[in-house]
């Protein structure tokens, strides 16, 4: 297991030489294995080897992993075809490490579930007339949703396109990586039979309907979706909405209510739109009223505060003087003002943040800058108009974050096949975007706009057959090269395990430069980003990935996290540095950080000052003054040079 300290995690070679053989045996042993015959399982002792380890991971047993280790790199597309255009399978046709492309499997829980910290793994019988055979089904990452374990809350499960192959253990598994590949039926469920009889098909709806509510009441969340969904499929058909129109209106309203508590924004709009009964009634405005609150709730939450806008006057048309939509339409003209102007009351802002509220209600400022192609850079964010230095050029809310202390935060060493790397990798942060995504695909294409090594196959489509599919591997890659940390704002105990991470869409077409114009500070969840230097229109802008003072180092980890080498002004002279420069200044900076550490500026000593000012002179005495001409900085001289300024002021 591997150790950590600060920002950095120790890996014995051994363990690394470990991790990496363990990858390596596993990607052998499946392509020996490729195409043959599954092997039949015991069905007594499957169970109880699964009962066992239940067990003991309920129990905080061997199996607890503190840093998970996770291979990623192996890819492969999720199903994006309709579930009945698939072939049913059974376990028998399994063949080994094969995606069974076109079939579905439809099997039921056979065991406790075993819980771990990046994966959940169970056996399972075919659903109908499987009672012989028995196989492992393992999710990995994404074994969650709504809180909810998938597996232990499932009780009939369809897999689509399964995907049978090895764990790094060499056992045989079903394995889901995509969550979009996996449907679950709850038990306590009911199925939508079809029947002529139209009273009895609308009672099938109402039933739905009050086990929704039901479902509701006991604050079970899925539950009620799906009892509402099913009623809707019903209430929905021809015969039932010509005469019952009201009941589809219903179900609908009930369900908006339930996508808003359940951050489930596309859905909760589209179903409020869809309760509107438009009648001039006392009972029909009300509950159109109760729809256009919900829609308004969700739009703004999206962030689309004209829509939110219009939802919430119409709120108001029908119930006049109400406070709530009052307060909303307040602050949408809030909203719309920072939107427009990106004048913000950061210091009200600040106020408002806890550990319990990290995220602030603010709107986005983008109107100061414009996505365009940077050479030899992918795209990057230009400046759409002149910027005075210490004004914001953008501010954006997080798309999602993840704080340190999370229940969602989960980091992983992961090993890359592609590049034989192992990184420490905030994957919580890859399984919350996953979800939201699941949840709202309104939004799925914002995200995978944004680069990534991994392409997948791109067929521009998100949904499909009305299911949202996102490409968990894809996301991972986007996450990796786009992320950045909001940094500790909320007493986060130190330590990559505990760092908080995040996505900011628009920032995140932002390039890096050592010699950056902009710098960025956080406020909750709200990335502002402000000129540093007077930035003109259609000048790039660029904040600095990496900080470190140290060429090897600043290189070392650009290359590392985000997979390229620096050749800005600062780089290209640095590099021209003899390697005894560049260590003496290394060890000088080492001096100045722990000399920093060690004496407080305030109410230094003079003779503490003279020091400091010598070990000043000492850096900048590693600059060639021909070569680091004006305006390149020489960074190495910052710590130091910032302890000098708060202590002599006048100096
Ligand atoms: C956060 S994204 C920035 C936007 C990205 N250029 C794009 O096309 O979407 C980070 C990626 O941009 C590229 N990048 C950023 N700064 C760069 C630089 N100074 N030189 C070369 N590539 C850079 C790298 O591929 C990096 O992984």
């Known amino acids: 297991m591997a150790s950590h300290d600060g920002n950095t995690v120790f890996l014995s070679p051994q363990e690394a030489e470990r991790i990496r053989n363990t990858v390596k045996d596993r990607l052998t ?13 015991d069905v007594k002792g499957s169970i109880s080897q699964a009962t066992g380890a239940s067990l003991m991971a ?5 199996q607890r992993e503190t840093l998970p280790a996770l291979a990623v790199g192996q890819t492969y597309p999720p199903c994006t075809a309709s579930l009945q255009d698939l072939q049913p399978m059974k376990l028998s046709d399994l063949k080994m490490e ?6 579905k499997l439809t099997v039921k829980r056979a065991s406790p579930v075993v819980v771990l910290s990046a994966r959940s793994w169970t056996m399972v019988q075919d659903q109908e007339g499987g009672g012989d055979e028995i196989e492992r089904l393992e999710v990995c990452l994404h074994k969650s949703r709504h809180g909810q374990d998938v597996l232990e809350s499932a009780s009939v499960i369809v897999i689509k396109e399964p995907y049978f192959t090895l764990t790094e253990e060499g056992e045989a598994t079903l394995r889901i990586d995509h969550p979009s ?11 939508t039979e079809t029947n002529d009889d139209v009273a009895a098909v609308e009672k099938l709806a109402k039933s739905c ?8 009441t006991k604050g079970d969340l899925p539950l009620a979706h799906a009892h509402y969904t099913n009623g809707l499929k019903i209430a929905r058909q021809d015969a039932v909405s010509s005469t019952s129109p009201d009941l589809a209106r219903d179900l609908s309203r009930n369900r908006a209510h339930v996508n808003l508590l359940l951050n489930q924004l596309d859905e909760a709009i589209a179903d409020s739109k869809a309760a509107l009964i438009g009648a001039g009634d006392e009972r029909s405005q009300e509950l159109d009223s109760k729809a256009y609150f919900r829609a308004g709730c969700a739009a703004y939450n999206l962030g689309q505060y004209d829509d939110a806008k219009h939802f919430f006057e119409e709120r108001l048309k029908l119930a006049p003087g109400n ?80 704080w340190g202390f999370d229940e969602d935060a989960l980091t992983a060493m992961t090993y890359d096949v592609r590049d034989d790397r192992i990184r420490v990798s905030p994957v919580g942060l890859t399984r ?60 986060e105990e130190g330590g990559v395990q505990n760092a908080s991470t995040g996505l900011w869409i628009h920032a995140a077409y932002i390039n890096h430069s050592c010699i950056a114009n902009a710098k960025k500070e956080y406020i909750g969840d709200l990335m502002v980003l402000r000129a540093i230097t007077p930035i003109k229109a259609g000048e790039e802008i660029f904040h600095s990935y990496d900080e470190s003072s140290d060429y090897e180092a600043r ?7 985000w997979g390229f080498e620096c050749n800005c002004a600062l780089c290209e002279v640095e590099k021209e540095d003899s390697p005894a420069v560049r260590k003496k200044r290394r060890d000088l900076a080492t001096e100045a950080d722990e000399f920093v550490e060690r004496e407080h500026w305030s109410g230094a000593k003079r003779i503490t000052i003279v020091k400091a000012q010598r070990l000043a002179k000492a850096i900048e005495e590693t600059y060639d003054a021909k070569r680091y001409k004006e305006g390149v900085p020489r960074l190495a001289t910052r710590t130091i040079q910032e302890w000098l300024a708060k202590a002599s002021p006048r100096k």
């Open 29 to 41: 042993k499946c392509s020996e294995v490729a195409g043959n015959v599954r092997e039949t399982r």
């Open 98 to 103: 094969t995606h069974h492309r076109g079939r």
């Open 432 to 491: 919350s975007i996953v979800q939201k995504l699941l949840s709202n695909p309104s939004q799925i294409g914002k995200v995978m706009d944004l680069f990534g090594d991994y392409q997948g196959d791109n067929s521009g489509k998100d949904v499909f057959d009305g299911c949202a599919v996102v490409d968990t591997f894809r996301v991972h890659d986007i996450m990796s090269r786009n992320a950045f940390g909001p940094g500790s704002q909320f007493g």
């Open 323 to 402: 406070k709530e939509a009052t307060i909303y339409l307040r602050n949408i003209e809030k909203r719309l003002r920072e939107q427009s102007t990106g004048k913000y009351d950061l210091t009200k802002l600040r106020t408002t943040l806890s550990r319990a509220r990290p995220r602030v209600d603010a709107a986005n400022f983008f109107t100061n800058t414009v996505v365009k192609d940077s050479a030899g850079k992918g795209r990057g964010l230009f400046a759409a108009r002149d910027i005075p230095a210490g004004d914001i050029v953008m501010a954006e809310k997080a798309f999602c974050t993840v």
């Open 209 to 216: 309907k009050d086990k929704g509510n039901t479902a509701l």
């Open 181 to 191: 590949d996996l449907i679950i039926y709850r038990k306590d469920e009911i199925s």
């Open 555 to 561: 290189q070392e980890a650009l290359m590392t996290t």
């Open 58 to 62: 309920d129990t905080g047993g061997a």
